[in-house]
């Protein structure tokens, strides 16, 4: 370890150009020196706090998914050195848009921030007074058409930036309830089926009325395609979630579309202050760290990466129904969370311990394993897992209905 004595008189010795050290000699090793390399360090250890196998998917309470060393990488790489935060996400959105084919893209302070900005961009355009006004939106558009099923707790993102939501049920209903106030057409991927209008009749809608549409694919990655499909079908917006299937930051989102609408919702971040989106802020190592996650998504094998997940649920499957009484349903989820995923119920005659607590002793085991589930099942995914964590948790899970 370095002293502060013999740093201070290295330093001394240093050529000062322009009232500076020389640069040269200011590495992040030389002055991390003085304090413990975080490597070695086990920070939930000191905290006290339990880790865990995930064997239940993206959830934002389980703190999302695992980052690749390339993109913690990045990460670390951008911390490195000063930059313009607005010529960084202009080159960086640059940068995605190309990936994904699109007209142009920004990384957000995750889906939901997306969803914020978004509205906030088609509300103002490229008027910063307006942009300063909100959330007040006396005398601006701000209805937002939304299919009754697809109203869940996360248009609270739309709530924020003053908006009204105006449900409805059929395209007829959607027709009826547009008007001067109308400011945008919002969808739900993971809740496609819970409403009549489907994708083709609602970008119709919103073009016959010069409506922009939003689709929120927060959780919709994978399929890599959806990367691609909903900006190439017509939706003017379109968000995803970066620290999910993606597996960039948590905190940091995509919003793809139309560059007019984009560079709106641009004026709503920072380093502006006086918006809505001033606390949605992403510091550039975030913008590195997804950019990264998402090229090394699109390069990765995914019919290999599918085939992974195929056969860790299968083993897991297997060493549950070994267990009498026990019965389990291997699917995938059609929109969200599109992976293969197991259910596994059982005869409380043969099997003497119910699902809850079985996932309490799960989760309180050595190690401690993540499931979701319900009264009456367990839920598990495998695709937030290491290789070769699928065998700790099938024995363990073994082992409980067992009550060994």
């Known amino acids: 370890m370095l002293s502060r004595r013999k740093l201070l008189k290295t330093l001394s010795s240093v050529p000062v150009v322009g009232g500076l050290v020389g640069t040269g000699l200011l590495t992040p090793q030389l002055l991390g020196a003085t304090v413990s390399q975080p490597a070695k360090r086990n920070f939930f250890k000191e905290l006290g706090i339990r880790t865990f196998i995930n064997a239940a998917g993206t959830y934002t309470s389980m703190t999302g998914s695992l980052m690749s060393e390339e993109v913690t990488s990045a990460i670390v790489f951008g911390a490195t050195e000063y930059v313009d935060l607005d010529d960084l996400q202009d080159k960086v959105g640059e940068r995605i ?6 007209e142009y893209a920004t990384v957000s302070s995750g889906a939901f921030g997306a969803m914020s900005i978004g509205l906030a961009g088609v509300i103002s355009g490229m008027d910063s007074e307006i942009a300063a006004q909100l959330p007040d939106t006396t005398g601006l558009k701000h209805e937002v058409i939304i299919q009754e099923g697809h109203n869940i707790g996360y248009t609270h993102a739309l709530l924020n930036v003053g908006a009204k939501i105006v449900t409805v049920k059929t395209k007829k209903e959607m027709e009826k309830a547009i008007n001067k106030n109308t400011a945008m057409l919002w969808f739900l991927n993971a809740n496609t089926d ?12 919103g073009k016959k ?196």
């Open 209 to 404: 009325h010069n409506i922009p549409t939003f689709i929120d694919c927060a959780a919709d990655v994978p399929p890599v395609e959806n990367l691609f499909k909903f900006t190439k079908m017509g939706f003017d917006l379109v968000a995803f979630s970066g620290g999910k299937g993606i597996r960039g930051p948590q905190s940091a989102g995509l919003l793809l579309g139309r560059r007019d609408l984009i560079k709106a919702a641009r004026i709503h971040t920072p380093p502006r202050g006086s918006t809505i989106g001033r606390g949605m802020k992403v510091n550039k190592e975030e913008v590195l760290g997804i950019l990264v996650a998402l090229e090394m998504y699109l390069a990765k094998d995914h019919q290999k990466e599918w085939e992974l997940w195929e056969n860790q649920i299968k083993l897991i499957s297997d060493s549950a129904l070994s267990v009498k009484g026990v019965q389990t349903e291997i699917h995938v989820p059609p929109y969200a969370n599109h992976v293969p995923s197991l259910r596994i119920k059982w005869d409380s005659n043969l099997v003497k311990i119910s699902p809850e607590d079985a996932r309490k002793k799960l989760m309180e085991g050595h190690p401690a394993i993540a499931t979701v589930g319900d009264k009456e099942t367990i839920g598990i995914t495998t695709w937030m897992m290491d290789p070769g964590q699928e065998r700790i948790v099938a024995k363990r899970l073994k082992e409980v209905l067992e009550n060994v």
């Open 194 to 205: 819970n409403g009549e209008i489907k994708y083709d009749e609602f970008i119709a809608i």
């Open 97 to 102: 848009a190309e990936l994904l084919e699109c």
